[in-house]
């Protein structure tokens, strides 16, 4: 039988988080603390298995009682009826444009290309930018034409879809793409793109940032 330690370093490994050292990082934790309960060196209480199981996407109860696995199929994170949020008056701007391309790059050039609406829960993200979508490597999740919001204080998950930007030499804007995150490693930053279907693999310190895609819409 498992012990919450295990537990807790299985939901962080399903999560994408290949290190521990990823997810303190990308939650804010204290690293000794974090580190002592997924160790086994220390025990961590309910209020803190429900942090780190809304983190990991676990139920917290299985964090401390155990029992079976967490099932493929997510829980159900929505009750009706639904609250229609107002609309915001906000505009937010669009940086870069993709190209074309079988990695579907683009340049954050640092010029205002347009903006656009914003979308419910960015209202108050003053750093939340948008990108403009072309080529078809990551088709059918996006296609050429759409539009995809970004949020970058929200920290990556498996299977979130991301704007990545990498560093490049002295003078160049940054390249991005939008991909979906698979994982981070030791050494590298694991992205999937859908066509072709395919993992890419960028070494970490040519990674300038992840930020994830919030909202999208069709031109």
């Known amino acids: ?94 940086y870069g444009r993709a190209v074309g391309g079988v990695e579907g790059k683009f340049i954050f050039n640092g ?25 078809e490597s990551m088709s059918p999740r996006f296609r050429p034409g759409e539009t995809v919001w970004v949020h970058p204080g929200r920290p990556p998950r498996r299977g979130d879809d991301v704007v990545v930007q990498l560093h490049v030499p002295d003078g160049d804007p940054p390249e991005g793409y939008i991909k979906e995150f698979v994982s981070w490693t030791p050494t590298r930053l694991v992205l999937r793109q859908f066509n072709p279907d395919r993992e890419i693999e960028f070494e970490r310190e040519q990674v300038k940032t992840v930020h994830v895609i919030v909202f999208s819409q069709k031109a």
């Not at 010029?111 to 979508?133: K, S, W």
Request: net charge negative; hydrophobic share 35%; charged share 25%.
């Open 1 to 94: 039988m498992q012990t919450p330690a295990e537990r807790l370093r299985w939901a962080r490994e399903r999560a994408g988080y290949d290190r521990a050292k990823d997810a303190v990082e990308a939650f804010g934790w204290k690293p000794s603390t974090y580190y002592g309960h997924e160790n086994g060196d220390r025990k961590f209480d309910v209020e803190t298995a429900k942090r780190y199981a809304e983190a990991f996407k676990v139920p917290w109860a299985w964090l401390v009682e155990g029992g079976e696995p967490p099932p493929d199929r997510p829980m159900p994170n929505a009750s009706a009826p639904f609250a229609v949020p107002p609309i915001s008056t906000r505009r937010i701007p669009v």
């Open 111 to 135: 010029e205002l290309i347009d903006t656009v609406m914003c979308p419910p829960g960015l209202e108050n993200v003053p750093d939340a930018y948008a990108v403009f979508v072309s080529g």
